[in-house]
């Protein structure tokens, strides 16, 4: 499976962006997906999970009340809602595809990546 990230950019600080992630190659609408950020000279860190199924979402506490995970399994797609950005969250963002329905907040667990799309909030 292909995973294919878009929407990143440059934004003011307080500004949206909306991240989505297409999967090819094959139906991913049985898997946990999710988003990862890394910082230049820090770690892969877990920002945002969904189950297969959407109902059950969860969050790292910088970004709760900030993001909002959400997928569309006909679309194939999941997507990443990021409200009232600050420049901490500046990082390249990548998305994932878990091997199982659910999740965990570990890289060791993810089964495909996408490229990663740039995220910059300015101050």
């Known amino acids: 499976v292909q995973l294919q990230a878009s929407g990143g950019g440059l934004v003011q600080a307080g500004g949206s962006l909306r991240l989505s992630c297409t999967a090819s190659g094959r139906t991913l609408s049985k898997n946990g997906m999710g988003w990862f950020r890394q910082a230049p000279g820090k770690e892969r860190e877990f920002v945002a999970a969904?189950?297969?199924?959407?109902?059950?979402?969860y969050y790292t506490d910088s970004v709760k009340g900030r993001f909002t995970i959400s997928r569309d399994n006909d679309k194939n797609t999941v997507y990443l809602q990021m409200n009232n950005l600050k420049p901490e969250d500046t990082a390249l963002y990548y998305c994932?595809?878990?091997?199982?329905?659910?999740?965990?907040?570990?890289?060791?667990?993810?089964?495909?990546w996408g490229q990663g799309t740039q995220v910059t909030v300015s101050s």
């Open positions: 994932a595809a878990y091997r199982g329905g659910y999740y965990t907040t570990t890289p060791t667990t993810v089964n495909s």
């Open positions: 969904v189950s297969w199924h959407g109902g059950s979402t």
